[in-house]
């Protein structure tokens, strides 16, 4: 329905925000996803602003960040997302022997997650 | 529809994971989960030995083990899990602000999931 | 936001519908589902009529019509559906046993279904 | 991101637990599913020990077992799940017809557990 | 599994469901959903029917039925879903810029419904 | 875990962003959700910000803009989020007329986005 806007085709915000992209990441493509949502040049912005500032180094690391961002896109069944991110989390220096750990925990969760919703467990006090 | 079975109650398999859990947890009270799921002791039995064993500290620490449950509950808007998981994650040294971090990811992975749902983004090369 | 309408306020098509109801169940109070759906009408007769032509012996028997119906709201995490519907699979004959196996069905597959999606596991050519 | 571990690579915990698939499902080749989980040697000996103890006859004959398992699948959206259960369910025994009507309640309950939500209807004192 | 039913091949109910989905819709072609569900001719009239019943003009216009539709089919992330009905707005009146708004709205709306989670945030009494 | 910050409290960052709220909302309290994000300020601000940009007036003017917020809520299974969310498309003009036929629209997308999972619809042609 919507098509990539290329970056030769890239103007002003949109432009703007590819040249930041490619500047911050060290890439020299942008990723398929940035380049559908320039189709709306204001999410493109606020998207990138969002990741730039969410993702960066703060109390936790950017791997640890990286594998939660995946974490949430397994249990959302999100493949782009699963892929993009699992790369990212390589890239900034997480394992494979970390990644196979994050996947069991999210199998895990994802069947705790349910077991409790089928038992109707209510809330102990001391979690409250 | 189905009660906790309490620690007085308990006989066989039940109680020895009772007992398992005080000890390796530290704690003196069973949580609703896993009274809950004594109803059926191989579910206990199943379910127990997989978070003693995806749980514990490998490549990953076990923090970011808890922070990764958490996203994912969070993810399936599951208050126990949610809850009980931030409390063990605090309990293993997680502090507010790692905490905070970790749900700004999970709100802005959810957004971007979608994102990447509505422009059906294609993956890119280099990510398969 | 919306209220429910009880049975002395029913007129019409609603009225009619709360009548079926009692009769096929053979109980003697609306349950609030129905109660609540009665704000729309239209709504309230095409909900009750599907439940009642899906829900009835074909080649699966109703009690296990009721057990894939509270899978389905486990893993939605709906938890008056849950209940209600545990109450109609007992009603009709489930034992909690067969209710206890239900439920590690549902915890097994949601872990699973996760466990494909990290992993991106492709369809094998025999299923396709 | 990871690759299939093919028999022939198979070794010490992956050899044996293929080993056991192939036997106990009266099979010549591996699927995907545990192809790829076999990246984590501990994850395919819990998942595959989890299965082989749930979906065995207990309460629940098999092939009711199975299509709770599509139909958990088909509501999280997971195609390789619905896909290789429902082939199992056929192979156990489940008709067409059969299959029909678990997708027929998988629609309904997924509309009404969302009608529930919309309307948030408060659990019956019956129900709890 | 399931093989479209083609129009050449409809007999009886699914005959008619074919012949007022083209009448109503002014298409030539069945779309491959009603193909599918041909298989279980009952859903095929029971799913036609509704669909007839709820996007037609109401209090809400056809084109913003159309996008409440597509904003649903994101979050379920459903590509087949989305497609279609991104291509029924287009042709109901829907604009380019009024998509990219709704997907939008569905971005943020997915980000805060976790955010709401994660916090655990209690309702106010004014939305009571 | 995370307690309300207050408005007597609230400082610097947090303290622009709630007089933001009271003014562009003409409200003279502050809703839980915002008292809670403002834990984390910078969250706070950013979705803020989000929200104001993405839900004023443009090509869809806002009560469509609302309805399809709520439409994800329920989806979503979030209580806080449909509520809220409802009553703000009542504030801005929707009558129950239209938020049932919202309603009415959500559950059948619901469905079919299912029925489309379970038989596994391929895209047509003319929706690529």
Known sequence: MFKTIEEKEATGKVKEVYEDIKGSRGITEIPNFWKMLANDPNELERSWNSL?????????????KELIYVAVSITNGCEYCTRSHSYAAKKKGATDEMIKEMISVVGLANKNNKLVDAYQVEVDEIYK
Not at 52 to 64: E, F, I, N, S
């Open 52 to 64: 730039k500032q969410v993702m960066r180094k703060g109390a936790l690391d950017p791997v640890t």
